[in-house]
């Protein structure tokens, strides 16, 4: 058996478009799919071609969705972190939390819905 792999994270969002948008500008991913979603509402995947995150909402609304609020942040890892911080500066977000620990680096940030994202790099 294959080892077990993330395939892909669903957040509510209050506007997929405006997420899939800025994910795309601050990691360079791609729109994979976007469409109605099985529940009612809206939804837009983007990412790489092997995993993704799912972006959905139901009439604008982030809320409703009890089982997400243990999420404490999604992890993101790149090579190259500055340009990923002048990035998300660029976009108006604000860096936090900047930390250099074996074996990487890190930052985070709050997109417009306050989920709160690490940028991580373990390049030296």
Excluded at 14 to 33: I, K, M, Q, S, Y
Excluded at 36 to 54: L, N
């Amino acid at each position: 058996m294959a080892s077990p792999r993330i395939e892909h994270v669903n957040l509510t969002v209050t506007d997929p478009e405006r997420t899939a948008r800025l994910l795309g500008e601050l990691f360079g991913w791609v729109e994979r799919w976007r469409g109605p979603s099985q529940m009612g509402g809206w939804t837009i995947h983007v990412g790489s071609p092997a995993d993704y995150v799912a972006l959905y909402t139901h009439d604008g609304e982030q809320g409703g969705h009890p089982k997400g609020q243990p999420l404490n942040h999604l992890g993101i890892e790149v090579d190259d972190l500055a340009a990923v911080e002048a990035r998300v500066i660029a976009a108006g977000l604000t860096p936090f939390n900047h930390a250099d620990y074996s074996p990487g680096r890190r930052f985070y940030f709050f997109d417009p819905d306050g989920i709160e994202y690490e940028v991580v790099s373990y390049t030296a």
